[in-house]
């Protein structure tokens, strides 16, 4: 049995890089920023660092205040609504911004990004498929 799956946007990422880095756009309060973010399935939020917090002048600490198990210990992030862009398609979402300006790599995680899009990878031709979940 086959299924067939179309998506609205594609994007080639660098196979050589550690993961599967895409840019990625953040919007709050009329402004905007952009970084690189690691997609990560495995991710239950989406994280980011610190300092993209302070380039979209959000305090921080005044977020929902949440404590996530990694690989390598505790990670106190706290959630803001922030427009996310990634690949072309915007989405109205929750993320998380890491408390610490230790962690220095942001992620796309299954809330927050992954539950609001279709997702296919060709990771032998480097290519990451989007759609909006609908």
């Known amino acids: 049995m086959t299924w067939q799956v179309e998506y609205q946007r594609k994007a080639c990422y660098q196979s050589l890089s550690h993961g599967i ?8 309060g009329g402004l905007e920023t952009s970084c690189n973010a690691k997609v990560d399935t495995g991710a239950e939020v989406c994280l980011f660092e610190r300092s993209v917090a302070d380039t979209l002048d959000i305090e921080v600490e005044n977020g929902y205040r949440e404590r996530f198990s ?10 803001h609504p922030i427009e996310l862009e990634t690949v072309g398609l915007r989405f109205q979402t929750y993320v998380y911004f890491a408390e610490s300006y230790s962690i220095r790599r942001s992620l796309l995680g299954r809330q927050g990004w992954l539950q609001l899009v279709r997702f296919g990878l060709d990771d032998y031709r480097s290519e990451l498929y989007l759609s909006a979940n609908s």
Do not use: D, P, S
């Not at 880095?21 to 709050?28: K, N, P, Q, S």
């Not at 990694?70 to 959630?79: D, K, P, Q, R, S």
């Open 21 to 28: 880095t895409i840019e990625t756009i953040l919007r709050y």
């Open 70 to 79: 990694t690989l390598a210990g505790g990670v106190v992030g706290y959630a």
